[in-house]
């Protein structure tokens, strides 16, 4: 049996070395909001590798969801509402373009290259997951 924290620390270096090899192949930094934002507002020949990103994504998700034997955690929990997730996500989105990046960009991309504004940004990016988590389990 694997150790339960060998996935998290290997998904971490996986998330790394991607991020790695895609600012090695394109010469930009692959965060999620910016590789997306740009799709729809593309320079001539920069969207191919965006698009392949992205398929890589989903199909990443898929294979995960299909084939762990803990496709449950991947799952809405009973009793939470597929609309508040949704709302959630859109929050995300605007939190990430008025952030100026998303947490991959800043917490992995940024924080990898010694930026200091990603430093602040993880750091609020944090505080403010803990305190909404904080915030449901009083509410709820």
């Known amino acids: 049996m694997v150790p339960s924290f060998l996935y998290g620390f290997l998904g971490g270096c996986l998330i790394g070395l991607g991020s ?34 992205l398929l890589g ?3 990443g998700a898929a294979a995960a969801f299909q084939f762990s034997e803990h496709a449950a955690i991947f799952r809405i929990p009973p009793g939470r509402s597929l ?7 859109l929050l995300v989105g ?10 991959s960009g800043h917490g992995v991309c940024g924080m990898g290259m010694g930026a200091r504004d990603s430093l602040v940004a993880t750091m609020i990016f944090m505080a403010a997951g803990f305190v909404t988590v904080a915030a449901f389990r009083i509410l709820l």
């Open 94 to 103: 605007f939190g990430t373009r008025l952030g100026g990046g998303c947490t």
């Open 20 to 53: 790695l090899l895609g600012l090695i192949a394109t010469g930009k930094i692959p965060g999620i909001s910016g590789v997306f934002g740009r799709l729809f507002r593309p320079k001539p020949g920069d969207s191919w590798w965006r698009v392949i990103f």
């Open 83 to 89: 609309l508040i997730f949704a709302v959630a996500g």
């Open 57 to 59: 994504l989903i199909a």
